[in-house]
């Protein structure tokens, strides 16, 4: 068994398109049977009577975790309701699950009882979502499953966890492996970097709900802060994003930290739209990376490419190759898009080409 699994491992990162978890995708189905016991991203002993079959995904943020349960076989027989989501999420799924439009959703806030009403056998949450709505569910005797999938790391054990819970561990080493690859990719990429070789990077969220417009920084411990690090950048607002969410700032401290590159990302509009009205702004032109053409709207799809999304790797190999253009100068990224969605969705090209490609805007 572990001979075979390393093979396939090595299979899903030298060869794309080889698994899929769309119906007619040539992907294995689960292999576990019987009583399963998953330790859970919050250290709890879930124990499910076999491979999950009614599936409710619950709760926010929870088109992080829709895009990693459709990545297993036959989810989409599995899953039975979903959550009103955000940021074209109900899109993508449909796009992997064609009854999709005709399964029960769920609103974010949903009560417990609500979601007891579709009987599920297991309800995937985030780990931030066990006060307000796991511990309701609970005490209902319904099986929940906390994950994170937050960061590189949450992601190998949330995939093994979920794995697990599937019945399919195998098929969660191989889309790890997938991720362990480009890690060691972009890891070999930036070795050796000196601190000045190291461009002064700065990411920023633009919003303008309600009106207002906002400019926001991660926290320091989030996925947008390591892909810079990880990518061989030196994020500049360290010292004003110590707390755990995103940090608006303003005009005079983005033009103070003067970065050599700016990324935008806008998860409810256009990135490109935000980007060409910054360049064109006198007070954004008098900025370093405004001059030297390195202000950039952050890639994606359905989903920015920044976020803990099944898209990360894509979103590091992007930004690396954005912030050392000749330590990554094999990086197509086109060609990388191709093998992400064949092998974690089984999409074949012609989809891609258009539902994807035709999307991207970076």
């Not at 030297?292 to 099944?310: E, K, M, R, V």
């Amino acid at each position: 068994m572990k001979q075979r699994m390393l093979l396939w491992g090595l299979a899903v990162v030298l060869l794309s398109g080889l698994v899929g978890c769309r119906p007619g995708a040539t992907a294995t189905s689960p292999v576990e049977t019987g009583k399963i016991t998953v330790m859970d991203a919050l250290g709890r002993e879930v124990e499910l009577p076999g491979p999950a079959q009614r599936i409710v995904i619950a709760g926010k943020a929870n088109f992080m975790l829709n895009d990693a349960v459709y990545a297993f076989p036959d989810a989409a027989q599995r899953v039975v309701a979903l959550t009103e989501a955000a940021q074209r999420a109900q899109a993508f799924v449909g796009l992997l699950d064609p009854d999709a439009a005709t399964k029960t959703r769920f609103i974010a806030d949903a009560a417990a009882e609500e979601i007891a009403a579709a009987q599920p056998d297991l309800v995937l949450l985030k780990s931030y979502m066990r006060e307000s709505l796991g511990v309701p569910l609970e005490q209902l005797d319904i099986p929940v499953i906390y994950l994170d999938f937050e960061t590189p790391d949450q992601y190998q054990r949330d995939l093994g966890i979920l794995g697990q819970a599937l019945g399919d561990p195998e098929r969660a080493e191989g889309l790890w492996a997938y991720y362990s690859e480009i890690l060691a990719r972009v890891a070999h990429g930036a070795e050796g970097l000196t601190t000045v070789q190291k461009p002064r990077v700065l990411v920023l969220q633009y919003s303008d709900r309600g009106g207002e417009v906002a400019f926001k920084v991660p926290p320091v411990s989030w996925i947008q802060t390591q892909m810079v690090e990880l990518s061989g950048g030196a994020p500049v607002w360290i010292d004003a994003a110590q707390g755990g969410g995103w940090a608006v700032v303003n005009l005079e401290q983005i033009a103070a930290w003067n970065p050599d590159q700016i990324y935008i990302i806008n998860y409810f509009g256009s990135p490109v739209d935000v980007a060409t009205r910054l360049q064109a702004d006198p007070q954004w032109a008098e900025m370093a990376a405004v001059r030297a053409g390195q202000l950039y709207p952050f890639a994606g799809d359905y989903h920015s490419w920044d976020q803990p999304d099944t898209r990360w790797g894509l979103g590091l190999l992007w930004l690396a190759q954005h912030i050392h253009p000749a330590r990554f100068a094999d990086v197509d990224i086109q060609a990388e898009v191709f093998r992400f969605f064949e092998l974690f969705y089984g999409l074949d090209r012609s989809t891609i080409e258009v539902e994807i490609l035709g999307r991207m805007e970076t």
